[in-house]
């Protein structure tokens, strides 16, 4: 029996060996891919570089590997690719996007502005970087949610790395009492950071009166830790030096309204 001129025999056995192909280049594609990414991992490549270069190989292969079954069926695959290029141009069009997106992508891994496991601010959310896409980079908040933004709008805004230094300086303003003596509140404040074992010594220490505000003078207070720290000390600091305080007799003051009443007989 014949379809299309085409023996039914004929037919079953492209079928057969386009399966055998197709199962044998996916095994293969999968030996490749590990043995590259055991290469990247033995010459301590960038994670972030790892996983970008893996996913375009990838696809590459695939897409060797869809030819090779095409030509199980007697396609012509040079002129197939003649098409495709042929028609890549309109495709490209009606996928702007995701082409900027992947060119996004390729600066993301080739300027480094963050890697994986780095804290950053960017495409307008903030969070724990855990994978750089073609397409996509996905982030995890401090409350445990995956975010996944495209990689033209990393791109096209302001990166902030949180993490990109191994240490930070934590900045504090405090306000206090115009009754209250600014040696006796710098005093107390030097203190306080003296015996914070997380703020480094070899680090500049500063403590000033800032600015005398509407109904205080604060005292700017500027020190140092490592990236790691930065947020136990920012709460320490602001709950030690109120504790303080209080020990201290210094006046923490709070907005206030004077109202004056006239009799108007």
């Known amino acids: ?59 590459l292969l695939l897409f060797v590997l869809v030819l090779a079954i095409l030509q199980t069926f007697g396609v012509e695959t040079t002129s197939l690719i003649a098409v495709l ?29 963050f890697k994986i496991g780095d804290y950053a601010e960017a495409g307008g959310v903030s969070g724990t970087i855990t994978e750089i896409g073609i397409f996509y980079s996905t982030l995890r908040t401090v409350d445990n949610k995956k975010i996944m933004v495209p990689n ?23 306000g206090v009492s115009y009754d209250s003596d600014i040696e006796h509140v710098k005093r107390s404040i030097l203190q306080v950071i003296d015996a914070h074992d997380l703020i480094l010594a070899d680090k500049p220490v500063f403590v000033r009166m800032g600015e005398m505000g509407a109904s205080s003078i604060n005292f ?4 140092w830790t490592y990236t790691e720290n ?6 320490d600091l602001n709950e030690n030096i109120k504790k303080k305080f209080d020990d201290e007799g210094i ?6 309204v004077t109202v004056e009443m006239k009799n108007s007989q």
């Not at 700017?220 to 020190?223: C, F, I, L, M």
């Open 85 to 113: 290029g042929a028609a890549s141009l309109a495709v490209g069009l009606a996928l702007q996007g995701n082409l900027s997106n992947l060119a996004s992508g390729i600066m993301l891994v080739a300027l480094k502005p």
């Open 152 to 174: 033209s709008s990393i791109t096209s805004s302001t990166i902030t790395n949180f993490t990109a230094y191994a240490e930070r300086r934590v900045d504090l303003k405090i």
């Open 1 to 59: 029996m014949y379809i299309g001129g085409v023996a039914i025999s004929a037919i079953f056995f492209m079928i057969v060996r386009a399966l055998i192909i197709f199962i044998a280049g996916k095994y293969i594609i999968g030996i490749i891919v590990k043995q590259i990414n055991k290469m990247f991992q033995k010459k301590s490549v960038d994670p972030m570089l790892q996983g970008f270069s893996i996913s375009i190989i990838r696809i």
């Open 220 to 223: 700017t207070v500027r020190v």
């Open 230 to 235: 930065y947020w136990d000390v920012f709460y």
């Open 251 to 256: 006046s923490i003051p709070y907005p206030h």
